[in-house]
T-cell receptor, first 113, second 110 residues
Framework: DVKVTQSSRYLVKRTGEKVFLECVQD?????MFWYRQDPGLGLRLIYF???????EKGDIPEGYSVSREKKERFSLILESASTNQTSMYLC????????????FGPGTRLTVT | GEDVEQSLFLSVREGDSSVINCTYT??????LYWYKQEPGAGLQLLTY?????DMKQDQRLTVLLNKKDKHLSLRIADTQTGDSAIYFC??????????FGAGTRLFVKA
């Protein structure tokens, strides 16, 4: 059974803290994605990676960075958390040169106070 | 840029059919998807259709595509309370990016 796991289901951080969200997939997928999900806005792509050490900006990369040192792991970093980054963060992975089917993790609900 | 629009809420009675509609703007879309998100979970691919198809049926699910109007619909026959979830319409042009709609929250009344 394919699996994408995220390090935390719920996280509460203070403004200005550095926050790490981890995502691991066990399917040997080349592509990994970070989205944020906000009510009424759907999923918005933050960053994606199509290979180890490769990354591309998505639609809303400001305030975020990513790291992909190993194929199975894709980290999202909030350098200095702000209250407007309170959201649900979803990680996904896919294989091949198309985003044909993305497999999603359960999400991390981040609250920044 | 590309956009996918769908209504935010739909309420149906158990046993009725549900129809969730979606419109998209990218004329080069290759794949069109329906994902389902149950409470507390990530998204799961429900079904998909290639842009050269008009219809796809999979058990209780029927996907209709009107490519001329860029309109996609998902029909769920005999809707059950377990179908209560958020349904996301999405499209991709075959590249890395998938564009998601805002999601339609389906309420099924017993």
């Amino acid at each position: 059974d394919v699996k994408v796991t995220q390090s935390s289901r719920y996280l509460v951080k203070r403004t200005g803290e550095k926050v790490f969200l981890e995502c691991v997939q066990d399917m040997d997928h080349e592509n990994m994605f970070w989205y944020r999900q906000d009510p009424g806005l759907g999923l918005r792509l933050i960053y994606f990676s199509y290979d180890v050490k490769m990354k591309e900006k998505g639609d809303i990369p400001e305030g975020y960075s990513v790291s992909r040192e190993k194929k199975e792991r894709f980290s999202l970093i909030l350098e200095s958390a702000s209250t407007n980054q309170t959201s649900m963060y979803l990680c996904a992975s896919s294989t091949g040169t198309t985003s044909y089917e993305q497999y999603f993790g359960p999400g991390t609900r981040l609250t920044v106070t | 840029g590309e956009d996918v629009e769908q209504s935010l809420f739909l309420s149906v009675r158990e046993g009725d059919s549900s129809v969730i509609n979606c419109t998209y703007t990218d004329s080069s879309s290759t794949y069109l998807y329906w994902y389902k998100q149950e409470p507390g979970a990530g998204l799961q691919l429900l079904t998909y259709i290639f842009s050269n198809m008009d219809m796809k049926q999979d058990q209780r699910l029927t996907v209709l595509l009107n490519k001329k109007d860029k309109h996609l619909s998902l029909r769920i026959a005999d809707t059950q309370t377990g179908d209560s979830a958020i349904y996301f319409c999405a499209e991709s042009g075959g590249g890395f990016k998938t564009i998601f709609g805002a999601g339609t929250r389906l309420f099924v009344k017993a």
